[in-house]
């Protein structure tokens, strides 16, 4: 079939749906082997005590970790630079049944939306940070990994909320 749907558990009982498909790079949307990080993910999520969890998932990709934390209770901010990997990922979100979930599915360049997030003032008790070695913004900007990372991740670091943050 050109899509298939695959579950992840995403806590002890519940799961999220992604579709799979065969995609340019022979990617299937979705990546197994980060399964032991959504589960520390969730638990580090069920510590933070006395506020909604706030979570930052920047080159979400196709939103297997923004849908588990969404699953998980937190307030998901995904941010990535393709309209495609945004539109699947808003796919998987109907497919979980998780339309009322608070994910804002953002197409924005990952190192801008850091930058303008610190000089707002915002804060996430977790950072979710996947980047590839080299990409291209939504405008056209230049990530390459080993130029871009130390001053982005210096961003990110700004961006965590004092008490509970986790950064992986």
Known sequence: PEAWPVKVPASADEAITMHCKLS????????????????????????????????????????AASLIAARAGAEVTHVDASKKAIAWGRENQTASRLEAAKIRWLLDDAAKFVARDVRRGKTYHMILVDPPKFGRGPEGEIWDLFTSLPAFLNDCVKLLAPQHAAMV
Do not use: C, D, S
């Open 24 to 63: 340019g790079l022979w990617h299937l949307g979705l990546f197994p082997e980060q399964l032991p990080h959504w589960q520390w993910m969730i638990e580090r999520l069920a510590a933070v005590k006395g506020e909604t969890p706030r979570v930052l998932n920047l080159f979400g990709y196709t939103g």
